[in-house]
């Protein structure tokens, strides 16, 4: 249970960062929140729960194909807001819509290639 606990309140610590650094500095922020510590700490906490290396190794890959759906949402948010002045609830709910069709279409392409996330 502490370890969970742990697991709970360092990951929260890292998002509140990254919220406030965004406040005063958005292009840090922008840059700390760029950077796959997400993955990264999940790795270590696998790894810290004895996870096995196969295992770790299948999220490292799963992560990398994921990610790419996933970065139209970050030009497609900014656009929608700028170009059309659709609110951001409105823009980031379309950017959560095109990012599942994409995941899917991933999904379908990556296994016609034998590979299946």
């Known amino acids: 249970m502490i370890w ?6 360092l990951s929260a610590i890292l998002i509140v960062l990254i919220s406030e650094i ?10 700390i929140a760029s ?7 999940g790795m270590i906490w ?13 999220h ?4 990398f194909w994921y990610v790419l759906p996933s970065l139209p949402l970050f030009l497609v948010l900014p656009w929608l807001m700028r170009k059309w ?4 609830p409105l823009a980031l709910g379309i950017g959560v819509v095109l ?19």
């Open 60 to 63: 490292s890959e799963g992560t």
């Open 46 to 58: 696998m790894y810290g729960e004895k996870a096995d290396s196969e295992k770790i190794a299948s």
């Open 85 to 88: 002045g659709i609110s951001f």
């Open 22 to 31: 965004s406040k005063k500095l958005p292009l840090l922020g922008s840059l």
């Open 35 to 41: 950077l796959p510590l997400i993955s990264v700490i």
């Open 99 to 117: 990012t599942g069709v994409l995941y899917l279409l991933m999904t379908r392409i990556l296994a016609k290639f034998g590979m299946n996330l």
């Open 4 to 9: 969970y606990l742990i697991k709970v309140v």
